[in-house]
Protein backbone atom coordinates (compact mmCIF):
# COMPACT_ATOMS: atom_id res chain seq x y z
CA UNK A 1 0.00 0.00 0.00
CA UNK A 2 1.17 3.56 -0.92
CA UNK A 3 1.70 5.28 2.66
CA UNK A 4 1.22 8.97 1.96
CA UNK A 5 4.35 11.29 3.55
CA UNK A 6 1.08 13.72 4.90
CA UNK A 7 -2.59 13.36 5.08
CA UNK A 8 -4.49 16.36 5.48
CA UNK A 9 -8.07 16.23 6.67
CA UNK A 10 -10.72 19.00 5.77
CA UNK A 11 -10.65 21.22 2.75
CA UNK A 12 -11.27 24.74 4.43
CA UNK A 13 -9.12 27.40 3.98
CA UNK A 14 -6.58 25.61 6.56
CA UNK A 15 -6.02 22.59 4.88
CA UNK A 16 -6.15 23.75 1.10
CA UNK A 17 -3.14 26.31 2.53
CA UNK A 18 -1.38 23.16 4.62
CA UNK A 19 -1.73 20.96 0.98
CA UNK A 20 -0.17 23.90 -0.92
CA UNK A 21 2.77 24.27 1.28
CA UNK A 22 3.61 20.69 1.40
CA UNK A 23 3.06 20.12 -2.02
CA UNK A 24 5.96 22.91 -2.60
CA UNK A 25 7.76 21.07 -0.20
CA UNK A 26 7.72 18.41 -2.46
CA UNK A 27 5.85 15.98 0.07
CA UNK A 28 3.67 13.23 -1.25
CA UNK A 29 -0.10 14.41 0.46
CA UNK A 30 -3.31 13.29 0.01
CA UNK A 31 -6.25 15.54 1.42
CA UNK A 32 -9.83 14.65 2.15
CA UNK A 33 -12.78 16.99 1.49
CA UNK A 34 -15.56 17.88 -0.02
CA UNK A 35 -16.11 19.51 -3.79
CA UNK A 36 -17.31 22.68 -2.12
CA UNK A 37 -13.98 23.02 0.57
CA UNK A 38 -16.24 23.97 2.86
CA UNK A 39 -19.53 25.11 3.82
CA UNK A 40 -18.78 28.11 5.87
CA UNK A 41 -16.87 29.21 2.68
CA UNK A 42 -19.35 29.29 -0.02
CA UNK A 43 -21.68 31.53 2.77
CA UNK A 44 -19.77 34.56 3.25
CA UNK A 45 -21.14 36.98 1.86
CA UNK A 46 -18.66 39.41 2.06
CA UNK A 47 -15.68 39.00 3.33
CA UNK A 48 -13.39 42.38 3.96
CA UNK A 49 -10.38 40.89 6.04
CA UNK A 50 -8.64 38.54 3.94
CA UNK A 51 -5.74 40.42 2.68
CA UNK A 52 -5.28 41.34 -1.19
CA UNK A 53 -8.79 40.59 -1.60
CA UNK A 54 -11.41 43.40 0.05
CA UNK A 55 -14.81 42.97 -0.46
CA UNK A 56 -14.93 39.21 -2.10
CA UNK A 57 -17.60 36.96 -1.56
CA UNK A 58 -17.58 33.40 -0.29
CA UNK A 59 -18.12 32.07 -3.54
CA UNK A 60 -15.63 34.23 -5.33
CA UNK A 61 -12.66 33.34 -2.94
CA UNK A 62 -13.72 29.38 -2.93
CA UNK A 63 -13.25 30.16 -6.87
CA UNK A 64 -9.69 31.83 -5.90
CA UNK A 65 -8.92 28.67 -3.75
CA UNK A 66 -9.74 26.26 -6.93
CA UNK A 67 -7.95 27.78 -9.20
CA UNK A 68 -4.64 27.77 -7.05
CA UNK A 69 -4.64 24.12 -6.22
CA UNK A 70 -5.51 23.06 -9.68
CA UNK A 71 -2.54 25.41 -11.10
CA UNK A 72 -0.32 23.08 -8.29
CA UNK A 73 -1.95 19.66 -9.28
CA UNK A 74 -3.57 18.99 -6.03
CA UNK A 75 -6.52 17.11 -6.52
CA UNK A 76 -8.74 16.79 -2.83
CA UNK A 77 -10.13 12.91 -2.59
CA UNK A 78 -13.73 13.57 -1.74
CA UNK A 79 -13.95 11.35 1.20
CA UNK A 80 -15.14 11.54 5.04
CA UNK A 81 -12.62 10.38 7.11
CA UNK A 82 -14.11 8.12 9.85
CA UNK A 83 -11.70 7.96 12.31
CA UNK A 84 -7.75 8.02 12.73
CA UNK A 85 -4.89 5.70 14.49
CA UNK A 86 -2.09 6.72 15.51
CA UNK A 87 -0.08 3.35 14.80
CA UNK A 88 3.52 4.62 15.85
CA UNK A 89 5.64 4.87 12.86
CA UNK A 90 2.60 5.79 10.89
CA UNK A 91 -1.23 6.70 11.01
CA UNK A 92 -4.07 4.93 9.28
CA UNK A 93 -7.09 6.40 7.94
CA UNK A 94 -10.43 4.90 8.43
CA UNK A 95 -12.89 6.03 4.91
CA UNK A 96 -15.57 3.50 5.42
CA UNK A 97 -14.16 0.78 3.40
CA UNK A 98 -10.49 1.73 2.52
CA UNK A 99 -7.79 2.16 4.98
CA UNK A 100 -5.00 5.46 3.98
CA UNK A 101 -1.83 4.97 5.19
CA UNK A 102 0.47 8.66 6.01
CA UNK A 103 3.75 9.32 8.30
CA UNK A 104 2.00 12.58 9.39
CA UNK A 105 -1.94 13.91 9.51
CA UNK A 106 -2.93 17.78 9.43
CA UNK A 107 -6.06 17.64 11.22
CA UNK A 108 -7.77 20.60 9.67
CA UNK A 109 -11.86 19.80 10.03
CA UNK A 110 -13.32 22.86 11.10
CA UNK A 111 -15.38 23.18 13.89
CA UNK A 112 -19.26 22.79 14.43
CA UNK A 113 -21.18 25.02 15.29
CA UNK A 114 -24.19 22.80 16.63
CA UNK A 115 -24.18 21.62 20.16
CA UNK A 116 -24.60 17.74 20.79
CA UNK A 117 -28.25 16.70 21.21
CA UNK A 118 -29.16 15.71 25.21
CA UNK A 119 -28.19 12.30 25.39
CA UNK A 120 -26.21 12.09 21.82
CA UNK A 121 -22.68 11.62 23.97
CA UNK A 122 -24.38 9.25 26.52
CA UNK A 123 -25.61 7.13 23.92
CA UNK A 124 -22.72 7.29 21.04
CA UNK A 125 -22.08 3.60 20.38
CA UNK A 126 -25.23 2.44 22.20
CA UNK A 127 -27.46 3.45 18.64
CA UNK A 128 -25.75 6.25 18.40
CA UNK A 129 -23.54 6.93 15.67
CA UNK A 130 -21.74 9.68 13.18
CA UNK A 131 -21.15 6.98 10.20
CA UNK A 132 -24.40 4.97 8.73
CA UNK A 133 -22.63 3.36 5.89
CA UNK A 134 -19.95 1.82 8.39
CA UNK A 135 -22.80 0.63 10.37
CA UNK A 136 -25.49 0.55 7.97
CA UNK A 137 -24.91 -3.80 8.68
CA UNK A 138 -25.42 -3.50 12.27
CA UNK A 139 -29.49 -2.06 11.62
CA UNK A 140 -30.32 -4.96 9.13
CA UNK A 141 -34.52 -5.08 9.37
CA UNK A 142 -34.17 -2.42 12.26
CA UNK A 143 -35.66 0.90 12.54
CA UNK A 144 -33.04 3.73 12.02
CA UNK A 145 -33.34 7.62 11.90
CA UNK A 146 -30.89 10.03 10.50
CA UNK A 147 -30.29 13.63 11.23
CA UNK A 148 -29.33 14.98 8.23
CA UNK A 149 -26.91 18.54 8.72
CA UNK A 150 -26.06 18.33 4.66
CA UNK A 151 -26.65 17.21 1.62
CA UNK A 152 -24.30 14.30 1.88
CA UNK A 153 -26.16 12.64 4.45
CA UNK A 154 -29.14 11.93 1.81
CA UNK A 155 -26.78 9.45 0.13
CA UNK A 156 -25.90 7.97 3.25
CA UNK A 157 -29.48 7.46 4.23
CA UNK A 158 -30.45 6.07 0.98
CA UNK A 159 -27.92 3.31 1.34
CA UNK A 160 -29.30 2.65 5.02
CA UNK A 161 -32.49 2.08 3.93
CA UNK A 162 -31.92 -0.49 1.90
CA UNK A 163 -31.39 -2.73 4.89
CA UNK A 164 -33.34 -0.99 7.36
CA UNK A 165 -36.69 -2.18 8.31
CA UNK A 166 -37.86 1.64 8.34
CA UNK A 167 -35.69 4.76 8.06
CA UNK A 168 -36.99 8.56 9.44
CA UNK A 169 -35.05 11.09 7.57
CA UNK A 170 -35.03 14.43 9.85
CA UNK A 171 -33.10 17.34 7.53
CA UNK A 172 -31.67 20.02 9.79
CA UNK A 173 -31.54 22.34 6.26
CA UNK A 174 -33.93 23.24 3.32
CA UNK A 175 -33.78 21.47 -0.16
CA UNK A 176 -35.34 19.08 -2.63
CA UNK A 177 -34.20 16.09 -0.66
CA UNK A 178 -33.20 12.93 -3.48
CA UNK A 179 -34.19 10.30 -0.79
CA UNK A 180 -35.56 6.78 -2.06
CA UNK A 181 -39.61 6.30 -1.87
CA UNK A 182 -40.34 4.65 1.44
CA UNK A 183 -38.03 6.91 3.79
CA UNK A 184 -40.02 9.36 6.09
CA UNK A 185 -39.08 13.09 5.81
CA UNK A 186 -40.15 13.98 9.45
CA UNK A 187 -39.86 17.78 9.52
CA UNK A 188 -39.32 18.49 13.46
CA UNK A 189 -36.77 19.74 15.50
CA UNK A 190 -35.28 16.84 17.45
CA UNK A 191 -34.71 17.32 21.40
CA UNK A 192 -33.46 14.60 23.27
CA UNK A 193 -32.53 11.16 22.75
CA UNK A 194 -33.44 8.04 25.46
CA UNK A 195 -33.54 4.74 26.11
CA UNK A 196 -31.67 2.11 29.11
CA UNK A 197 -28.77 0.70 27.62
CA UNK A 198 -29.20 1.51 24.31
CA UNK A 199 -31.22 3.84 22.36
CA UNK A 200 -34.59 3.63 22.07
CA UNK A 201 -36.47 7.08 21.01
CA UNK A 202 -35.84 9.88 19.78
CA UNK A 203 -38.01 12.97 21.29
CA UNK A 204 -38.72 15.97 18.47
CA UNK A 205 -40.32 19.16 19.55
CA UNK A 206 -43.89 17.75 18.49
CA UNK A 207 -43.98 14.10 18.53
CA UNK A 208 -41.49 10.90 19.11
CA UNK A 209 -40.31 8.15 16.86
CA UNK A 210 -39.38 4.54 18.64
CA UNK A 211 -35.77 3.53 16.75
CA UNK A 212 -33.08 1.37 16.93
CA UNK A 213 -29.99 3.46 15.44
CA UNK A 214 -29.84 7.24 15.42
CA UNK A 215 -26.96 8.53 12.75
CA UNK A 216 -26.05 12.42 13.69
CA UNK A 217 -24.26 13.46 10.18
CA UNK A 218 -22.96 16.86 10.65
CA UNK A 219 -20.00 18.19 8.22
CA UNK A 220 -17.37 17.38 10.74
CA UNK A 221 -17.53 15.32 13.97
CA UNK A 222 -15.43 16.35 17.40
CA UNK A 223 -11.36 15.73 16.81
CA UNK A 224 -11.31 13.50 20.02
CA UNK A 225 -13.51 11.27 18.05
CA UNK A 226 -11.66 11.11 14.86
CA UNK A 227 -8.29 10.41 16.37
CA UNK A 228 -8.28 8.54 19.60
CA UNK A 229 -6.10 9.74 22.35
CA UNK A 230 -6.28 13.20 20.90
CA UNK A 231 -5.58 16.04 24.04
CA UNK A 232 -8.42 18.61 23.68
CA UNK A 233 -8.76 21.91 25.40
CA UNK A 234 -12.16 23.42 25.97
CA UNK A 235 -13.73 22.15 22.76
CA UNK A 236 -10.62 22.44 20.90
CA UNK A 237 -7.50 20.40 19.85
CA UNK A 238 -4.65 21.33 22.33
CA UNK A 239 -1.62 22.32 20.14
CA UNK A 240 1.65 24.30 20.54
CA UNK A 241 2.81 27.13 18.25
CA UNK A 242 4.28 24.44 15.54
CA UNK A 243 0.57 23.30 15.59
CA UNK A 244 1.90 20.47 17.09
CA UNK A 245 -0.90 18.31 19.15
CA UNK A 246 -0.34 14.94 21.80
CA UNK A 247 0.17 13.04 19.39
CA UNK A 248 3.56 12.65 17.87
CA UNK A 249 3.33 13.31 13.91
CA UNK A 250 -0.55 14.62 14.16
CA UNK A 251 -0.77 18.45 13.82
CA UNK A 252 -3.99 20.68 13.40
CA UNK A 253 -4.67 23.70 12.07
CA UNK A 254 -8.14 26.07 11.62
CA UNK A 255 -10.91 26.60 13.77
CA UNK A 256 -10.46 23.31 15.55
CA UNK A 257 -7.66 24.28 17.32
CA UNK A 258 -9.33 27.54 18.57
CA UNK A 259 -10.38 30.91 17.91
CA UNK A 260 -10.90 33.45 16.44
CA UNK A 261 -12.85 31.41 13.79
CA UNK A 262 -10.80 33.68 10.41
CA UNK A 263 -9.95 32.56 7.25
CA UNK A 264 -6.80 34.29 7.48
CA UNK A 265 -5.81 32.75 10.42
CA UNK A 266 -6.67 29.15 9.61
CA UNK A 267 -4.88 29.54 6.21
CA UNK A 268 -1.62 30.86 8.72
CA UNK A 269 -1.81 27.84 10.71
CA UNK A 270 -2.49 25.31 7.97
CA UNK A 271 1.24 26.75 6.72
CA UNK A 272 2.83 26.28 9.85
CA UNK A 273 1.11 22.67 10.65
CA UNK A 274 2.40 21.42 6.81
CA UNK A 275 5.93 23.03 7.50
CA UNK A 276 5.96 21.09 10.84
CA UNK A 277 4.71 18.09 9.45
CA UNK A 278 7.67 18.39 6.83
CA UNK A 279 10.56 18.64 9.60
CA UNK A 280 9.38 15.83 11.38
CA UNK A 281 8.89 13.59 8.56
CA UNK A 282 11.97 14.66 7.08
CA UNK A 283 13.33 14.47 10.84
CA UNK A 284 12.50 10.57 10.78
CA UNK A 285 13.54 9.87 7.62
CA UNK A 286 10.60 7.46 7.33
C1 LIG B 1 -21.61 32.73 7.20
C2 LIG B 1 -20.15 32.83 7.58
C3 LIG B 1 -19.43 33.96 7.25
C4 LIG B 1 -18.08 34.07 7.60
N1 LIG B 1 -17.41 35.20 7.26
C5 LIG B 1 -16.10 35.32 7.55
C6 LIG B 1 -15.36 36.49 7.15
O1 LIG B 1 -15.90 37.42 6.56
N2 LIG B 1 -14.05 36.53 7.45
C7 LIG B 1 -13.38 35.51 8.09
O2 LIG B 1 -12.18 35.61 8.27
N3 LIG B 1 -14.06 34.41 8.49
C8 LIG B 1 -15.39 34.27 8.23
N4 LIG B 1 -16.07 33.14 8.63
C9 LIG B 1 -15.35 32.09 9.40
C10 LIG B 1 -14.60 31.12 8.46
O3 LIG B 1 -15.56 30.53 7.61
C11 LIG B 1 -13.84 30.05 9.23
O4 LIG B 1 -13.02 30.61 10.21
C12 LIG B 1 -12.96 29.23 8.27
O5 LIG B 1 -13.73 28.63 7.26
C13 LIG B 1 -12.18 28.16 9.05
O6 LIG B 1 -11.44 27.39 8.16
P1 LIG B 1 -11.03 25.89 8.50
O7 LIG B 1 -10.21 25.42 7.33
O8 LIG B 1 -10.45 25.82 9.86
O9 LIG B 1 -12.40 25.09 8.60
P2 LIG B 1 -13.62 24.94 7.59
O10 LIG B 1 -13.68 26.06 6.62
O11 LIG B 1 -14.81 24.66 8.43
O12 LIG B 1 -13.23 23.64 6.74
C14 LIG B 1 -13.15 22.37 7.30
C15 LIG B 1 -13.52 21.36 6.22
O13 LIG B 1 -13.17 20.05 6.65
C16 LIG B 1 -14.21 19.17 6.33
N5 LIG B 1 -14.19 18.02 7.22
C17 LIG B 1 -14.49 17.98 8.53
N6 LIG B 1 -14.36 16.75 9.02
C18 LIG B 1 -13.97 15.97 7.98
C19 LIG B 1 -13.69 14.59 7.85
N7 LIG B 1 -13.80 13.76 8.89
N8 LIG B 1 -13.31 14.11 6.63
C20 LIG B 1 -13.20 14.95 5.57
N9 LIG B 1 -13.47 16.28 5.63
C21 LIG B 1 -13.85 16.77 6.83
C22 LIG B 1 -15.45 20.05 6.58
O14 LIG B 1 -16.59 19.52 5.99
C23 LIG B 1 -15.01 21.34 5.92
O15 LIG B 1 -15.24 21.27 4.54
C24 LIG B 1 -17.42 33.01 8.30
C25 LIG B 1 -18.16 31.87 8.62
C26 LIG B 1 -19.50 31.77 8.28
C27 LIG B 1 -20.26 30.51 8.66
Known amino acids: MQRYDIAIIGSGPAGLSAAINAKIRNKNIIIFGYEDFSSKLIKAPKIN ?92 NKIVTVIGYNKEAEEEANYVSELASKLYYIPMYKSNYELRDGIEIVQD ?78 SGEGLIAALSAVSYVDSKRI
Open 189 to 266: KPMDIIGKDRVEKLILSSRQLETDGLFILKDSISPAQLVPGLLMEEGHIKVDRTMKTNIEGCFAAGDCIGRPYQYIKA
Open 49 to 140: NYLGFHGISGLELKEKFKEHIEAMNIEITYERVNNIYAMGEYFSIMVNETIYEAKSVVVATGIEYTKPLKGEEEFLGKGVGYCATCDAPLYR
